[in-house]
């Protein structure tokens, strides 16, 4: 089978379109003809092997543990596990593993559902990591509730496009901060308010939120902070500086969370059947809808993940296998 594959850390430039042995299942484990993969953040940073963190996370401390990157998958059931009993082969899944820049892909059972019928694999493949992103964020450590003020920054990226439609579909008011090439977009989303960042110091606006996600974490935890009503959460997944502010997240929660009843989180996602389910229900029932800003060929990838890395992608990048 054809797979992206590379052996050291480094660029993009490293990654080849390369003929590799074909996996065999687990147990545990489906055998997937992989149809569409996407690009996420997660995987320049393993990529590259930085911050330096993501070495510590199990990926390879002097050497990468996965040779073929990946995470989003969607596609067909090729062979399964002795102890898989949830799926068959022919049945069309998505989910989230590692090794999904390939042809093919193991992947264990507990990572993948049935795809949505009406959805292509494309639509399906968008899904995983950033939608459990922006589910577990919301839901989970932010504690939405219907009715309250949520700011979403990044709003037109892969979890803020996400971020958008969940909130909404929670019950929220939402206000979507991206550039102003992007404000329509995220207004056809859902946003109940837009703004530019380009025009607007949003974090000195007065306005005070219940949840912020930042999905652009800055260098400072103090401005987003202040945005927050006294009992609101601020919750982080990413950004240029994201080791910084994990390292300000250290000092100031305990701060913050004593004094004033806000709260600071940082937060990856989980991978998990029951989130993915959460998340089908969503796309079946129309209230979630994956915004794709563009497709590559698998033999495209390292153009894919170059493009993702500027930080101006519109929702979520495709790999058509």
Not at 83 to 95: A, L, P, S
Request: glycine residues 10%.
């Amino acid at each position: 089978m054809k797979a992206i594959v590379r052996t050291k850390y480094g660029s993009p430039d490293i990654l080849e379109l390369k003929e590799v042995d074909k996996p065999a299942p687990k147990d545990n484990q489906a055998l997937v003809r992989i149809c569409a993969a996407s690009v996420n953040p997660l995987d320049w940073h393993i990529l590259r092997g930085k911050p330096f963190l993501v070495r510590l996370m199990g990926f390879g401390f002097l050497k990468p543990k996965h040779q073929i990157l990946g995470a989003d998958i969607a596609g067909r059931v090729e062979a399964v596990g002795k102890d898989v009993t949830q799926f068959k082969v022919g049945d069309e899944v998505f989910g989230a593993g590692m090794g999904g820049f390939a042809e093919y892909g193991c992947f264990r059972e507990d990572k993948l559902v049935l795809k949505p019928v009406a959805m292509t694999f494309e639509q399906a493949a968008a899904v995983p990591v950033a939608g459990l992103t922006a589910l577990q964020a919301l839901r989970d450590n932010g504690r939405l509730q219907a009715g309250q003020q949520v700011l979403i920054n990044g709003a037109s990226g892969g979890v803020g496009t996400f971020a958008v439609q969940i909130a909404k579909a929670l019950g929220a008011h939402v206000t979507g901060v991206c550039s102003g090439r992007n404000l329509e977009m995220v207004r056809s989303i859902g946003a109940d308010h837009v703004i530019d960042y380009t025009k607007e110091d949003f974090w000195r606006s007065g306005k005070e939120y219940d949840l912020i996600l930042d999905n652009n974490a800055g260098r400072s935890l103090l401005k987003p902070v202040r945005a927050l009503n006294p009992t609101g959460i601020y919750v982080f997944v990413g950004g240029s500086a994201f080791i910084l502010t994990m390292l300000q997240e250290l000092i100031l929660k305990p701060l913050f969370s004593r004094k004033k009843g806000r709260k600071i989180v940082s937060m990856m996602a989980r991978v998990n059947q029951k989130d993915l389910a959460f998340l089908t229900g969503l796309l079946e029932a129309g209230k979630v809808m994956p915004v794709i800003d563009r497709r590559y060929t698998l033999s495209e990838v390292p153009e894919a993940i170059r493009y993702l890395e500027e930080g101006h992608a519109r929702g979520k990048v495709v790999i058509t296998v």
